[in-house]
């Protein structure tokens, strides 16, 4: 594992590590590699921490639906502010706000909730190639630094292994696909704490999950006039995560439409177990060139 990889996973984990500033409020503050707006993944991760650590019981998580109302500044720290719903010995909810200067920019809720044994099924996993076979994204990215310079510079806390072309070399060949599934694990040892696994998906799910909107159009970031930005997002977990093990993210798209898109997605481990669903919707548009 390069330096650069390895710093970036331990800033992920120093992301994470929240401040208490009082009952139930939490400080977070951002990586040194940003985009202009902070990463919603790293606003949804930090507010399922937030959320968790306020537990009286310890409980597995059951979901968590974020809505974005405005953009976070980089620069500056992010608050957090959980309001307990319900506390109960099996089942719990918060809601959690996330605010700079007293601007609202996200609203989410968790819930919490040990169910124990039952019926049991789930969408059976994709046949792909095993991520040991496959390009590292730093592989996928190289010649690509001009048109995507946005995710060479990205924080990588995260091992990408693409099962199919990303959309910036599939846009070269004209390709469509109206799915993308994609191996991830994180870029070193998690510590030994459910919260954090779950957090480190939380964080993950917000990659690649609008891809298949463009990819069905065969359109690419970089290479076309694209906006996007996340309206809402929700997560459900299903099965306890281990994050520095191999899972696959594979996820569609079933909609878009009125300048939205629907994204939806599926982790599996890799026995095939499905381990958590998410779907996303962004506003979505696409300017052709003239």
Do not use: C
Request: charged share 20%.
């Amino acid at each position: 594992m390069s330096p650069d990889a390895t710093r970036d996973f331990h800033e992920l984990l120093a992301v994470l590590d929240l401040r208490p500033t009082g009952p139930d409020a939490f400080v977070g503050a951002h990586p040194s590699k940003n985009p202009v707006r902070t990463f919603g993944g790293q606003m949804m991760a930090q507010a399922f921490v937030a959320a968790s650590r306020t537990l009286r019981h310890p409980l597995p998580p059951n979901a968590l639906s974020a809505h974005f109302i405005a953009g976070g500044d980089p620069g500056r720290d992010l608050e957090f502010t959980v309001v307990r719903l319900r506390d109960e010995r099996r089942i719990a909810n918060r809601r959690i706000d996330v605010t700079q200067d007293g601007q609202l920019l996200v609203s989410a809720f968790a819930s919490f909730l040990a169910g124990g044994q039952s019926l049991e099924h789930g969408v059976p996993a994709p046949e792909v190639a095993a991520p040991h076979d496959l390009p590292t994204i730093d592989e996928l990215l190289t010649g690509f630094e001009e048109t995507v310079p946005l995710f060479v510079a990205a924080l990588k806390p995260i091992e990408w292994r693409y099962t199919n072309d990303p959309s910036w070399v599939m846009r070269g060949k004209g390709g469509r696909l109206e799915h993308n599934r994609v191996w991830m694990t994180a870029r070193g040892t998690m510590p030994d704490d459910p919260v954090l696994h779950a957090a480190a998906l939380v964080y993950s799910s917000d990659t690649t999950v609008l891809d298949s909107i463009i990819t069905t159009h065969g359109l690419s970031w970089g290479f076309d006039r694209i906006f996007a930005v996340t309206i809402n997002h929700s997560v459900w977990f299903h099965r306890p995560i281990h994050f520095d093990d191999w899972v696959l993210y594979s996820t569609t798209s079933p909609v878009a439409a009125d300048s939205r898109g629907l994204g939806t997605g599926h982790f599996f481990d890799e026995s095939g177990r499905m381990l958590a669903t998410v779907v996303q919707e962004g506003i979505v548009k696409h300017f052709p060139a003239r």
